[in-house]
């Protein structure tokens, strides 16, 4: 099984929406995120605004069909139990991508990996693979992208896109 942790993009400061630089991250991000033929079987995100944005703009970036599913077990404060619960009750496929917050994220892939530490920044994106059920300590970081490598360096600069 193979599972995808992003934190959501920048957003305004009061949690609220995508801010037009972050927007401009993930759709800079797009062609990589395709290059690296990323296509989960399911998208889980967090309720909140920014991170559902997120996983919308990360649907309509990896040209997925199915909607990303809100889940309240993904709100700031999830641990792996309520992702692996949300992993169980989505499982219908190979992969799966989670759309949420930090530290929960960097947390939940450190556990998973068994790596001291993880810094997931704003945008950052981690494939992390696993022989078997997905556990504490069975999972390896196949990769972690940080947002500084997606195209839209110029764009997220606030040049209008």
Known sequence: MILYFLRHAEAAPD??????????????????????NLR?????????????????LAVEELRLSAEPIADDRLAPGADWGAMAR???????????????????????IALLTGASSVRMRKGSLACVDFYGVPEPGTGE?????????????????????
């Open 15 to 36: 949690g609220g929406p995508l801010t037009a630089a972050g927007v401009a991250s993930l759709r800079g991000a797009g062609p990589l995120w395709r290059r690296l």
């Open 40 to 56: 989960p079987d399911r998208v889980i995100s967090s309720p909140l605004p920014r991170a559902l944005e997120t996983a919308r």
């Open 86 to 108: 949300a992993l169980a009750d989505a499982d219908d496929g190979r992969s799966l991508l989670y759309v949420g917050h930090e530290p929960d994220l960097s947390r939940a």
């Open 141 to 161: 970081l196949a990769w972690l992208i940080d947002p500084d490598l997606y195209a839209a360096g110029d764009a997220a600069s606030g040049d209008g896109m």
